[in-house]
Structure formats: structure tokens, C-alpha cells
């Protein structure tokens, strides 16, 4: 696998269609100035592999590597480069053997991706260069932010090369993959248990409903039963701790108001004694501030005599060093006078100054001698330069007349056979251009129908978009309303269950005891068996009263032995009916007095057997419209027994009674219960009606809603179908329309060059001479070579002769020069010493002198060191008179202040016991407060709960109880009653769907938690294979960057570690390396070259564990010098066997190791282009 072509057109600077072929496996150089577009080919190369970070691209934004325009040029609204690559080994997953991946960008910020001209994604695109070396991340691509990437200190850049490397990526990529599964796995999961908890609480409801009624009335009488005997007994024990904790607030309050009383009086006692002993405590404060001072002073003279000390330990030092200085300067005298003496017995050996005159004088007529032959030499060498120099010209132009006929006959040649060639092409061409027009024209076609095309289903969507919303808008409102109906319908069904429940415990104890334990003698209650109108209920109860829960006996004998068996059980009492058909006195009829409704019996419907028993019981109540009536009525027949009865549960007897008011709790009668049940279960009839009808709507509605919604769905598709064979018709009339320009372009040129080609044809034979010309240079030639080989062998002889009397001078001159060098040395040493000698008396001197003003300043220390110390012992005399004045100052102030302290004492001890007392107070008020809360809360609720005052218990029957047990019990009854909620009968249908509905959710639940499991052990395998596969490779680089470093840098080091304690797959990568010679002191004491081939030991150390198919290096070498340079393209070179090396340089040297040069220039400032140089062109081109 290798890169063979890479075209750009609209990149950055690349303006012009503009090519790049690459050699097989070798080094191809680009080179240029600065500025003129170099990187931007390593930019199109990492942008077409898929970059989608702007700032690797040096841009702000993507749309920046789109042309951008000139002063001459305008800039472009689409940039496109493609990669071409050799895939005839299948490295690649792809079935082609030449794959070619494309790259668009738009100025509106759209991208397309192409691979082989088809359409793809940019995922496919990674999918394709996954592991194989050819990624944007990988080390396939360096330059100076990736060495500083490689070495720096953020160590996850340094990972993505090794990962690479190791092939984890697309290990880590699928892990990333199953993670994600694996979170939607767990969110449906905790879906799915949300429901299953739901439906199983659903299930379990269920299967409670069918027990409880019963379980409710149990409750409710136990708790009743209980609660009322413990709250009772509770109630008056609260009563007897409000006494006990009143009478302790008022002992406590006197015990506070006694101690404020005595503390009052102590404070007076203080105030009074401090006046008295101020004097005292002043005197005392004047004396302690004076010995203060004096401690103060004393401490002074200690610290001035320390500095004494110091200064003199100092100058001992000072004074022992110079001695010691002085002694070594004497030494070295000594030594130095006796060299001096051997040095001149030297000198007297070596002989007197004339015999070294005539040994002069003969060197210097040998010299003269020499030079006579030197001059004979470099005359005929002159000439010899001069004769080589016309032959050299000779030889030249020779060789040009010759290779100049020589190119202007293959010039002829070659520029015959492409005019040939070219008017081939421009046939084919003339070809091609009518193919490319009929095919717009059929495009143009296509794209008009498309368009129209599109135009319908959008007109289409936006009707049928329409039509939905307005159904959805439908159903919304059906939803709602069903909702409002459904809360309406539980609303009232719960208050019917409430009404019913009510009616089962309405009555007194008793009447519930023979209901239960007597049903053979009774027949239920007077209210359940007679009917009212519903205008009327609330005054026919109040007429009623206690009646209305009177138990009606079946056989009027039976009444005692039914009264019997209540009082054996202590049931409570009862109010029996005994039914007869005895006739009551009728009353005056007062139907036609003003505001009179009737007699209340008249509104009342009843079975025959006590039709006589309610007309007597109710005919004396006579219902009227007002409260006002009433009061007229009954003063106008004070001489009857009547009850006039008006709205709102007022009454006034004849004899002046008044009965009217509500309790605070007052509930509803038996019969407005019974006629709100009725009330009720009508409007819970004609609601479910309601809400089967809009059930249905709505089921129609949704059929309708997904019907549209699929047609939606399908127009959709038809649009987005359109959409696509229009863009892909307008990108195809683009291309053709291109291909058609390019074709027009190329017919332009082609055109251009023939006639260019038969003008040099023209010219290249009338240039042509006759061949006298050469035959002149060839014989001058021949002349002066045979003048050059005489002059040469003159030459040498002559040079022979010159080189033997050198030898003699040079013999003569190292003789004379070793006795001189002798002499020169001695007196040259004789002067030093003299030098040395005087610097040492002057040392000596200078630090005798020293010696002696250290010796008089530290007799001076010491004088001044005796008289602070005298000053100090005078101090400290002074000190002990002022402690022992201030201490009898001390002494008569205690005496004095001594009951002070005791009074203060005791003040401390009454306000703690007063802050005691305070809490205390505190603290049985609050008690007060919070039992009459409870008291309070506790009469409320007995009163609201079960309708008895707890001060005046009445009827109420007490059980006996264990008070940790009851109120245990009573919390447990009344969370059991709680969790009972409404009554529903009808559940077992609604039961056996909920089951199904459970099996079907737990099975979803089990395939999600199968399905989390498997996915996990995935996440476990992808980690130990990627673990595995990563530490082999790592170990594998160590070895490879420490074999590449010692190459680029003999003797060098490198050090290469995973942080420990992580896991490897996260640990950070250490890199540290030592140059030739240098210690290993971390990447950051590196040099900037040092940096580079380190950078570039451990990339290739990566390469060699995972070769990559091409390698692009941007200016690596800047920081390199020669020496390096020559080391690092020697690798390159061993490496280019099988890797592509594309190297951005200015430097010579690697351009020179290059197997191909591409140089890039900006002939119109702004717009690059791309030429092959030559080397010698190349080397100033990039300069």
C-alpha cells in the first residue's frame, strides 16, 4: 500500500487543478520559500484522511481551506482534494486495487466524502484507515508541533502513536461502542423496571381490593376502641403534668426573683469597695511599668555585649587566617629563589651568542636558494593554468557544438511526433466536448423534472402536516376532556364508596350490635326504609333526629327479650320502632297559610306496615320556607304541639323552644347521604357513557392520526428521494460541466502547443551550421593539449629539485630554532619568578599589617565588652530594688481588694444559678406551651375522628390495654386502613390483564438484563485483548527507540515508562533520553535538534513495530545540523524501503539524499504551484 497521486483544487493556496504523483517507495523533497504554500500539501493530505480540527489545519474555521481569493483573483466556493493509493496487496478493506478517497468542502459549510467517486461518510472513511498507518492521529504525518506533541507534557497526545501503533484503536473504538450499548441497555433497563414495579404495585392492588370492605369495618371499630381508651387516659395525664408544671414555673420564678435581690446588693458592695482602693491599684500599675523598663534596658546590654562577642570571635579568625597566609608566602619565596639560581647555571651551559649568529647566517643563503626555485616554479606552474584553462574551453566547445546538433535533432524529432500525437487528441477531444453537451442537456432535463417534482410533494407535505396537526390538536382536546371526565368519575365514585362506608357505622352502638347479633327481630333502620323528596332531606332529618337510626322490630312481643340481650352485652343503648296501625290525632292543616310547605309526613314514602308509625312521628313537623314563618307560626299556635321546621336546620316549637345551629363536624344524615348516593351513581352512569364514547373518538381519531402520518411518512420519503437524484443530478451536471471546461481547456492548449511546436521546428533548423565550425575547435583543441603535456613534465622535474633543498632549509631551521627556544623559555621563566617574588613580599607586608590593626581593634572590643558588663550587674542591681518594691505594692493591694474578689466570686456563682434557673424557666414553659398544644390538638382530633368530647366523655366504652402495645396497634390500624384506599368489586377482569401485562414486562426485563451481561463480558474481553495487545507493543518500542537513538546518537540512552498503579490502557507514557556525553536529565534539557531526533527515534521505534505505508516530515530537520542531518537521512534511507517518505526541507544536504524534488512557488502573489526541479535549482529555490 502506497500514495501515488494527490490532487487539490480550491485548497488554501492551491487556486489551479494541480497534481502531485509520488515514486514508489523512496524520499520525494518539497521544496520552496517561505510563504509559498509547502505545508499546505501536508494540510491536504491530513484534511482528505478526514482532520475535522481547524487548528491542526492552521485555520480559525473548516470553511477557512477553501480558497480565499487575491488582489487578482476571486476566491472559490468549494475546496476538493483527493488521495490516490496503490491497494494491490489488500491492506486496505477494500475489493479495488487503486482506491481513491475525495474531500469537499462548501462555503455554506456542507462536506462530502467520496471513496472511489461514490458517495460516503466520514465514518466510512475511518473505518477504511482504521490501524493501518494512514490516520490523522497517527506518526504517519511529523512536523514541529508533533515532536513537541511527542515530548511534551501532556502524555494522552504521546498515547494516540502508541495505540496506533498496538492496533487498539479499533479495540477501543468497539469498546466505546459496547459502552454505549450498554448504557441504552441500562436505561431501557431502568425503563422497563420502572414499569415492572408499577405494574407489579398494580398487580398487588389488585388482590387486596376483593378484601376491603370487610378488613375496613374491623379496623375501623378496633381502632376506635383503642384509640378513644388511650387518648382518654392520655388526656388526663397531660391534665395532671399541667398542674405539676404549673406549680413548678411559679417556685422557680420566686427562686430567680430572691437571687436577682441578693445580686443587686453585692454589685452595690463592689462599685463601693473599688472606689476606696483606687490609689492602691494605681500605685501598683506605676510600679510594675517601671520594672518593665529596666527589663527592657537590661535585655539591651546583653544583646550589645553578644554583638561585642561575636565581632571579636570573627576578627580571631580573620587574624589566624592572615598568619597563615604570611607563612605560605614565605615558603613559596624560598622555592622560588632556588629555581631561579638553577635556571641561570642553565644558561651559562648553553654557549655564548655567536656561535647562534653563524649557524643564522648559513640558514639564511640556503633560504635565497630556495627561493630561486620557488620562483622557477610557480613560473611554469602559471603557465601550465593558463594552457589548461584555453584547453579546457577547447574540449567544451567542442562537446557543445556536438550535444547542441544533438538536441536540436531529438528536438525535432520529439516535437514531430507530438504534433502528431496532439492532433489525435484533438480529435478525441472534439469527441469528447459533443458527448459532455448531450449529457448536460439530458441532466438539465432530469434536474427541472426533479425540481417540479419536488415542488408537488412539498405542496403535498405541507397539506398533509396540516391535516395532522389539526388531528393531534383534536385528540389533545379529547384527551383532556376524557381525563377531566375520568378524575370526575373517580371523584365521585370515591364519595360514593366514603356515603356507603358512612352508612355501614351510622347509628348508635346499640342499633349496630342488634343489626349484627339480632337480625332474626329486626329489620334494619327506620332511615334505610323510607323515601324523601330530595328538596326536603335536610328538614325531614332534623325532624327526625335520633329517630332516623331507631331499629324497627319484626314482632312487637319480642321487644324486652331484644332490650334483654342489649344490656346483657353491654352493647350500648338502642331506639326500637314498634309498629302499629294505631292512628295519631290529625293536626289542622295548614297548607294554605302563607310560607307553609306541608306536614313533613306528606314528603315522606314508606312501607304500608309503618305508613301510621311515620304519619304520627312526622305530622306535628310541619316544613316551612323561612325562619321568619316559622317564629309567626308558632307564637299564632302556642296552644298546640307543633314543630314548624325551616331551611338550614332551624326549628321553633309552640311552646318556644328553638333548636338551629351546626357542629364544627357535622356531617351528612343518613338521608342526604342515601339521596347524594343516588345523585351520584346517576352522574357515574351517564360519565361512563361520556367516557366510552370519547374513548371511542379517540380510537378513530389515532387510526386516522397514524394513517395520515404514514402517508406523511411517504411523502416524506418521496421528497427526500427526489432531493437526492436532484442533488446528484446537479453534482453530475457540476462535474460535466467541469469536465466540459477542462476539455475546452485542454483543447486551448493542445492548440497552443502545436503551433509553439512547429515554430521551434522551424527555428531549431535554420539555427543549424555547417560542420567547418567544429572541425576549427577540434584541431585548436589537439594543439593545446600536446603544449600541456610538455609544460607538465617541465612541471615536475623542476618541482622535485625545489622539494629536496626545502628539506635541507627545514632541517637547518629546526636546529637553530630547538637552542633558542631553550633560552627564550629560561629568561622568560627568570622574569616570572622576579614577578612572582614581589607579589609575595607585598603580600606579606600588606598582611602583617592587617595582623597588626586586628590586634588593636580587639583590645578595643575587650575594653568595651568590660564596661557593658559592669553596666549590666549596676542594672540588674536596680531591677531587684524595683521587683522587691512592686511585690509589697502587690501585697497591700490583695489585702485590700481582698473582699472584692470574694463578692465577685459570689456574683459569678448567683448569675450562673440565675442562667440555670433561666433555662429551667425556659424549659417548663415550653413544656406549658407544647402539653396545652397537644391538649388542644388532641380534644380537636378526638372531636373531628369520633365525634366525643374529651372533657365529657359520653357513651364511649373502654378497653384495657398495655400502652407500648396500643399505640403500636393503633399506628399499625390506622396505616392498614390508610393503605385500603376506595372500595372496587369489579377488578377480576382488570386482575387477570395486569397478570399478563406483569409476565410480558418481567420477560422484557430478563432479555435487557441477558442482553447487559453479555455486553459486559464484551467490555472485559475488548480491555484484556487491547491490555494485551498494548503492553507487547509497548515492550516491543522500548527496545526499538533505545536501537534508533544509539543509531542517531552513539552511546546514547533512552528511557521509555508506563505510570504504575494504572491501568496501561490509561497510564501516561514517559519518554527520557540522553544525548552522547550528557547526563539523562528529562526531554526538557534537550536542545532544539536533541529534541528533534529524539522526537524522530521514538516515531520510527513505533514505525518499526507497525511500518506505516507513508511518512510525511515538515521541516523536521530545522533544528539539525550537518553532522545529524547526514546520520538522520541515513535512516530515512534504511526505512525507505518500504515506506513513502514525503520531506518538507530548505535544508541542501536533504535535498541532495532526495529521490525526487517538487517545488512550489508563488508566481501570482497568493496562488501556489507546483514544478519538479532539478537539485542545483532546488537548492536556490528554497532559499
Given at each position: ?34 510563504g ?24 480559525g ?42 474531500r ?83 436505561l ?28 375496613w ?39 430567680q ?10 454589685e ?7 472606689l ?53 608566602s ?82 525535432v ?23 459532455a ?85 329486626v ?207 446537479l ?48 584541431a ?5 593539449e ?75 572590643l ?10 549590666i ?129 418481567e ?59 494504572v ?32 522526537a ?70 497568493g ?10 535549482d532546488?537548492?536556490?529555490?528554497a532559499?
Amino acid at each position: 500500500m502506497r500514495i501515488t497521486k494527490l490532487k487539490i483544487f480550491g485548497f488554501k493556496s492551491f487556486a489551479q487543478k494541480t497534481e502531485v504523483t509520488f515514486p514508489g517507495n523512496g524520499l520525494t523533497a518539497v521544496v520552496g520559500p517561505n510563504g509559498c504554500g509547502k505545508s499546505n500539501i501536508v494540510d491536504a493530505i491530513r484534511w482528505v484522511l478526514g482532520e475535522q480540527r481547524a487548528a491542526v489545519l492552521r485555520m480559525g474555521k473548516m470553511q477557512d481551506v477553501i480558497f480565499s481569493g487575491t488582489e487578482e483573483r476571486a476566491a472559490m466556493s468549494m475546496a476538493e482534494v483527493s488521495l490516490v493509493i496503490n491497494n494491490d496487496q489488500g491492506d486496505l478493506p477494500s475489493e479495488y486495487s487503486e482506491v481513491m478517497v475525495t474531500r469537499r468542502a462548501h462555503r455554506n459549510g456542507t462536506s462530502e466524502y467520496l471513496i472511489n467517486n461514490q458517495e460516503c461518510r466520514l465514518k466510512d472513511i475511518q473505518n477504511l484507515f482504521f490501524d493501518s498507518g494512514l490516520g490523522t492521529g497517527t506518526y504517519s504525518q511529523m512536523n514541529e508541533r508533533m515532536i513537541n506533541a511527542v515530548l511534551s507534557d501532556k502524555a494522552e497526545d504521546r498515547r494516540v502513536l502508541f495505540e496506533e501503533a498496538a492496533g487498539v484503536s479499533k479495540y477501543k473504538q468497539q469498546r466505546k461502542e459496547t459502552v454505549r450499548q450498554l448504557d441504552r441497555v441500562r436505561l431501557d433497563m431502568e425503563r422497563v423496571e420502572d414499569n415492572l414495579r408499577h405494574a407489579r404495585t398494580s398487580v398487588r392492588q389488585y388482590e387486596k381490593q376483593a378484601e376491603k370492605a370487610n378488613e375496613w369495618k374491623r379496623l375501623r371499630t378496633r381502632l376506635r376502641e383503642l384509640d378513644l381508651s388511650v387518648s382518654l387516659d392520655r388526656h388526663e395525664e397531660n391534665k395532671r403534668s399541667m398542674t405539676i408544671l404549673n406549680e413548678a414555673r411559679n417556685r422557680v420564678s420566686h427562686q430567680q426573683e430572691a437571687d436577682k435581690t441578693h445580686l443587686t446588693t453585692l454589685e452595690a458592695k463592689i462599685e463601693e469597695k473599688k472606689l476606696s482602693i483606687s490609689g492602691e491599684e494605681d500605685a501598683l500599675r506605676v510600679l510594675e511599668m517601671a520594672v518593665k523598663q529596666e527589663e527592657l534596658a537590661l535585655n539591651d546590654m546583653n544583646n550589645e555585649i553578644a554583638r561585642y562577642r561575636d565581632t571579636l570571635s570573627t576578627l580571631t579568625m580573620t587574624g589566624e587566617k592572615y598568619e597563615g597566609e604570611v607563612k605560605d608566602s614565605k615558603e613559596k619565596s624560598d622555592a622560588l629563589h632556588s629555581e631561579r639560581e638553577l635556571l641561570e647555571e642553565q644558561m651559562r651551559r648553553l654557549g655564548s651568542n655567536s656561535e647562534l649568529e653563524a649557524r643564522q647566517r648559513e640558514l639564511a643563503r640556503e633560504q635565497e636558494t630556495l627561493q630561486v626555485l620557488r620562483d622557477a616554479c610557480d613560473d611554469l606552474r602559471t603557465k601550465n593554468r593558463k594552457i589548461t584553462d584555453d584547453r579546457l574551453n577547447a574540449v567544451n566547445k567542442v562537446n557543445s557544438l556536438r550535444g547542441r546538433w544533438q538536441r536540436i535533432d531529438a528536438e525535432v524529432d520529439m516535437l514531430s511526433g507530438n504534433i502528431e500525437k496532439w492532433n489525435h487528441e484533438l480529435a478525441d477531444l472534439d469527441n469528447q466536448t459533443r458527448e459532455a453537451v448531450d449529457a448536460l442537456r439530458v441532466m438539465a432535463q432530469g434536474i427541472a423534472d426533479a425540481a417540479h417534482e419536488i415542488e408537488s410533494l412539498e405542496e403535498r407535505r405541507t397539506v398533509q402536516i396540516e391535516k395532522v396537526d389539526s388531528q393531534k390538536t383534536e385528540l389533545s382536546a379529547i384527551n383532556r376532556s376524557l381525563q377531566e371526565r375520568e378524575n370526575e368519575n373517580t371523584r365521585l365514585q370515591s364519595r360514593v364508596d366514603v356515603l356507603r362506608s358512612m352508612d355501614v357505622s351510622s347509628g348508635a352502638d346499640g342499633a349496630h350490635w342488634l343489626l349484627e347479633n339480632q337480625a332474626s327481630f329486626v329489620d334494619g333502620l327506620l332511615g334505610q326504609e323510607i323515601d324523601v323528596n330530595p328538596e326536603y332531606v335536610s328538614q325531614i332529618e332534623f325532624a327526625l333526629g335520633e329517630s332516623i337510626n331507631a331499629v324497627i322490630t319484626k314482632n312487637p312481643g319480642a321487644v324486652g327479650s331484644i332490650l334483654d340481650s342489649l344490656d346483657k352485652a353491654s352493647a350500648g343503648s338502642a331506639l326500637l320502632v314498634v309498629a302499629s296501625d294505631v292512628s295519631g290525632t290529625p293536626v289542622e292543616s295548614l297548607d294554605n297559610r302563607p310560607g307553609v310547605i306541608g306536614a313533613a309526613n306528606k314528603f315522606v314514602k314508606v312501607a304500608a306496615p309503618l305508613r301510621s308509625f311515620v304519619d304520627r312521628l312526622l305530622s306535628r313537623w310541619i316544613l316551612v320556607s323561612d325562619f321568619a314563618t316559622a317564629l309567626s307560626l308558632a307564637h299564632e299556635f302556642a296552644a298546640e304541639d307543633i314543630w314548624f321546621v325551616a331551611p338550614g336546620g332551624r326549628a321553633v316549637h309552640t311552646t318556644g323552644l328553638v333548636r338551629g345551629g351546626h357542629g364544627a363536624s357535622e356531617s351528612l344524615g343518613l338521608l342526604s347521604r342515601r339521596t347524594e348516593i343516588i345523585s351520584a351513581e346517576e352522574k357515574l352512569t351517564d360519565l361512563q357513557s361520556v367516557c366510552q364514547s370519547l374513548m371511542d373518538s379517540k380510537e378513530r381519531l389515532a387510526e386516522r392520526i397514524e394513517e395520515d402520518e404514514n402517508v406523511l411518512a411517504g411523502i416524506m420519503d418521496s421528497i427526500r428521494e427526489a432531493q437526492e437524484n436532484s442533488r446528484r443530478g446537479l453534482a453530475a451536471e457540476g462535474i460535466h460541466k467541469n469536465v466540459l471546461a477542462n476539455l475546452n481547456r485542454h483543447r486551448e492548449r493542445l492548440a497552443k502547443d502545436i503551433q509553439q511546436a512547429s515554430e521551434r521546428v522551424s527555428v531549431a533548423n535554420a539555427e543549424r551550421n555547417t560542420d567547418q565550425e567544429l572541425a576549427t575547435a577540434e584541431a585548436l583543441a589537439s594543439q593545446l593539449e600536446n603544449e600541456y603535456q610538455s609544460l607538465t613534465a617541465q612541471l615536475n622535474e623542476q618541482d622535485v629539485v625545489f622539494r629536496n633543498k626545502e628539506e635541507e632549509v627545514r632541517d637547518l631551521q629546526r636546529e637553530l630554532g630547538s637552542a633558542q627556544s631553550l633560552m627564550t623559555g629560561n629568561l622568560s621563566r627568570i622574569q616570572s619568578i622576579q614577578e612572582q617574588l614581589k607579589l609575595h613580599e607585598d603580600l606579606i607586608a600588606n598582611r602583617s599589617s592587617d595582623i597588626a590593626s586586628i590586634k588593636t581593634q580587639m583590645e578595643e572590643l575587650h575594653n568595651k565588652e568590660t564596661l557593658v558588663a559592669d553596666r549590666i550587674e549596676n542594672k540588674n542591681e536596680e531591677l531587684r530594688k524595683r521587683e522587691v518594691e512592686r511585690d509589697a505594692a502587690r501585697e497591700r493591694y490583695n489585702v485590700v481588694s481582698g473582699d472584692i474578689e470574694d463578692w465577685r466570686s459570689e456574683v459569678r456563682v448567683i448569675n450562673a444559678s440565675l442562667l440555670d434557673r433561666a433555662t429551667e424557666l425556659n424549659d417548663v414553659e415550653r413544656r406549658i406551651d407544647s402539653l396545652g398544644t397537644n391538649v388542644d390538638r388532641m380534644r380537636e382530633r378526638i372531636f373531628a375522628e369520633w365525634e366525643v368530647d374529651v372533657d365529657k366523655p359520653e357513651g364511649v366504652i373502654r378497653v384495657e390495654y398495655e400502652e407500648k402495645e396500643a399505640r403500636r396497634e393503633i399506628n399499625d390500624l390506622q396505616g392498614k386502613i390508610k393503605a385500603l384506599g376506595p372500595i372496587n368489586t369489579g377488578i377480576m377482569e382488570d386482575y387477570d390483564a395486569e397478570k399478563a401485562r406483569l409476565a410480558d414486562v418481567e420477560k422484557q426485563f430478563d432479555d435487557l438484563d441477558r442482553a447487559r451481561a453479555s455486553l459486559e463480558r464484551t467490555i472485559h474481553k475488548l480491555d484484556n485483548i487491547a491490555r494485551d495487545r498494548f503492553l507487547d507493543t509497548f515492550h516491543k518500542i522500548q527496545k526499538n527507540f533505545q536501537d534508533v537513538f544509539s543509531r542517531l546518537m552513539h552511546d546514547g540512552g533512552t528511557k521509555l515508562t508506563l505510570q504504575e498503579g494504572v491501568d496501561p490502557l490509561e497510564a501516561e507514557i514517559e519518554v527520557n533520553a540522553r544525548p552522547t556525553g550528557k547526563k539523562m536529565r528529562g526531554v526538557r534539557a534537550l536542545s532544539g535538534g536533541e529534541r528533534a531526533l529524539t522526537a524522530v527515534s521514538l516515531l520510527f521505534a513505533i514505525y518499526m513495530e507497525k511500518p506505516s505505508p507513508y511518512c510525511v516530515l515538515d521541516e523536521v530537520d530545522g533544528p539539525l545540523d550537518d553532522a545529524n542531518i547526514g546520520r538522520f537521512m541515513e535512516l530515512l534511507r534504511h526505512f525507505s524501503r518500504q515506506t513513502q517518505f514525503i520531506l518538507v526541507t530548505h535544508n541542501k544536504r536533504t535535498m541532495a539524499a532526495s529521490d525526487m524534488l517538487y517545488g512550489v512557488t508563488q508566481e501570482i502573489k497568493g496562488i501556489s504551484r507546483i514544478a519538479s526541479v532539478k537539485l542545483d535549482d532546488a537548492v536556490g529555490f528554497a532559499m
